[in-house]
């Protein structure tokens, strides 16, 4: 696969291409990120302006709500006004109630309250302002005594006791502003069947000698404070979340906030409060696990934090969407510059295709022939039509040599076989007369008679012709080798074969058997008798293989590695070392089964567990089924 990326067309055209796409991506690159940091830019400005125009409104209504309170606290006519309106309801008939430390003031008001009542009334109207910059007014004193003037006028009696924000504006010396509560009186005069919420700001007032007479509350309705956030949460673009929270964590805005949805929130804007100035930063939900952005708008005034809540990937959508085209842009840009580079290498490279084809369709009957001489390239390329040229030269010179390399090929493959099995000739002979020497010193006569015989006929199957016999007649001349050493050793020599039925007309290469027994015999007489020699053949999918063994001392670790060796680099480099005279043995049989068998030949050997060595050998059936039948 590697190689067919190598070709010239695909280098260029890869060359080419990586031009393309590293200019083009670095300016696409360069583009993307300037408008995405504008776009980021004014997203996230705009987000920040949304929170500080919603925090804004948000203090222009309770900065109004603080004025109209300040009126109330400054104002000699309000606090004469509602102290004379006390004095006079002091003087009417009252009644002690259970529960309450005041007593309540009886019906039946006195020319005097009703006038006081009235004037107090007018006061307080002059106050709020033509605006309604609040919606209703409460002065308290400290005697469970309140007037209310606004939806709802008159007079009425509390406890302070159990008045829930008493505790608190007595302990302050400033403003004190309620969270929103449900406010049953301030619902009936509004035509919504719908609950209405209101917020309470209260503040104590003073007389002229700066000691506290009362208790004033400047209430609004909720929707009317948060009328901007209202209306942004209705029309949002980003399904935005507003959060606003007080300095110790009470939620303000959303009403009946689930308070698990905005805790990581407040914990996370509450460990450094910002300034009044807008503090913008991102933040991975806990509980959705998606990044979002935070405009954080602290206010010195109720010091609220009004905190506009935007999932990143919804806020940069714009960003998303210019990237998405972009890419839609360059992708097409890209394909067709790299179309463009691809015909430019194809023109250059479709002669050399032309070449290569001519070259893969070529016979050996077309070298030097007409048909190829006629072939014309006109490339228009005159390197491509010089080498087209060359090549043409090159086929009528090559058909003069191609037979006389196959013939000197298929010579030197039969003479090798021819020198490796005479190799074996002399090797046989100098131990067989070496062993029939010592039967004579030992005066072995008849030994030497029937052992002359075997040798006869060893000799007669070694100095034949035949270069692959049937495997019986090797296992025939093997057993009779092994005669002529039973004969000098006697019982010291013990010898078997088990040969399968089937493998005895299979075709084997001649004298792979003997010399394996021979090699097994030569180191089994190294040590103590008996010696144990073992010939066995089986069939194996298809293949035959013969194994000879013996209870000899096995293989010395270094005939092994120097084996091993020298097989491996048979396997590793595909060609047969060159042996000597002498050279023969085990190295010489498995040079012969790899020239006869190929990839397909086996030859196997190792040392057995229980002391000894085994060798086998073997090739595939059908091989020798041809030897036979040639």
Do not use: C
Not at 14 to 24: A, G, K, N, Q
Not at 272 to 280: D, F, R, W
């Amino acid at each position: 696969m590697w190689s067919k990326l190598k070709n010239i067309q695909t280098i260029l055209f890869s060359t080419y291409t990586l031009i393309i796409i590293v200019v083009f991506t670095i300016l696409v690159a360069w583009v993307y990120l300037w408008v995405s940091g504008l776009i980021k830019k004014n997203a996230t400005d705009s987000l920040v302006n949304v929170g500080q125009s919603m925090q804004d409104q948000i203090d222009s209504e309770i900065r109004k709500m603080n004025d109209v309170s300040l009126n109330v606290m400054y104002s000699n006519l309000v606090k004469n006004q509602f102290r004379k309106y006390l004095t006079d309801l002091e003087k009417l008939p009252q009644k002690p109630v259970e529960g309450l430390q005041q007593p309540v003031t009886l019906p039946g008001a006195s020319a005097n309250s009703v006038q006081s009542a009235k004037e107090l009334a007018e006061i307080l109207t002059a106050a709020m302002g033509p605006s309604r910059a609040a919606e209703q007014i409460y002065l308290y004193d400290f005697n469970s005594k309140v007037y209310g003037n606004g939806f709802d006028n008159g007079e009425r009696s509390y406890d302070p006791n159990t008045a829930p924000w008493f505790q608190a504006v007595m302990s302050t010396q400033g403003k004190y502003i309620t969270i929103p509560v449900e406010d049953e009186e301030m619902s009936k005069f509004i035509s919504s069947r719908e609950k209405q919420y209101s917020l309470s700001l209260f503040r104590q007032f003073y007389d002229n000698y700066n000691v506290p007479i009362g208790i004033v509350e400047v209430k609004q309705y909720y929707n009317r404070i948060f009328k901007s956030v209202l209306s942004f949460v209705k029309q949002r673009a980003y399904e935005e979340n507003v959060l606003v929270f007080d300095d110790v964590g009470q939620i303000i805005y959303p009403l009946k906030a689930d308070r698990s949805l905005y805790d990581p929130y407040i914990r996370q804007l509450g460990e450094g409060q910002p300034s009044a100035e807008s503090a913008y930063e991102s933040f991975r939900n806990p509980v959705t696990g998606d990044r979002e952005l935070l405009s954080n708008h602290r206010s010195d005034l109720t010091g609220w934090n009004t905190v506009v809540i935007v999932s990143e990937k919804k806020l940069l959508a714009p960003l998303a969407d210019f990237t998405r085209k972009t890419l839609f842009v360059a992708v097409g840009i890209l394909l067709f510059a790299m179309l463009l580079s691809f015909v430019a290498a194809k023109k250059i490279t479709f002669p050399i295709y032309r070449i290569l084809r001519t070259v893969r369709n070529i016979r050996l009957d077309d070298l030097g022939s007409g048909r190829i001489a006629s072939q014309e390239l006109n490339s228009g390329l005159n390197e491509l039509d010089q080498l087209h040229d060359a090549f043409l030269n090159m086929s009528s010179r090559l058909r003069q040599s191609m037979d006389e390399l196959l013939l000197s090929q298929s010579q030197e493959v039969q003479s090798r076989l021819i020198a490796l099995q005479s190799q074996m000739n002399p090797h046989f002979l100098y131990n067989t007369l070496a062993t029939i020497s010592v039967m004579a010193e030992e005066n072995m006569n008849e030994q030497i008679v029937s052992m002359s015989e075997n040798m006869s006929d060893i000799l007669r199957y070694i100095s034949s012709d035949l270069s692959v016999v049937e495997l019986q007649t090797e296992i025939l001349h093997t057993r009779k080798y092994l005669e002529v050493n039973e004969i000098r050793h006697g019982k010291k020599l013990v010898y078997s074969f088990e040969i399968d039925e089937p493998l005895t007309r299979v075709m084997i290469p001649k004298l792979v058997v003997q010399p394996l027994v021979e090699n097994s015999l030569k180191f089994a007489t190294r040590q103590e008798p008996p010696w144990h020699i073992r010939i066995s053949g089986f069939a194996e999918d298809n293949a035959w293989r013969v194994t000879v063994s013996d209870n000899g001392p096995g293989f010395s670790p270094e005939s092994l590695r120097k084996l091993r060796e020298q097989i491996d680099e048979t396997y590793l480099t595909n060609v047969t070392p060159v042996l000597q005279l002498g050279g023969m043995g085990l190295l010489n049989i498995f040079i012969r089964m790899r020239l006869t068998y190929g990839s397909e030949s086996v030859f196997l050997f190792r040392n057995l567990p229980d002391g000894g060595a085994e060798i086998t050998i073997g090739g595939p059936m059908e091989r020798g089924e041809r030897h036979e039948e040639r």
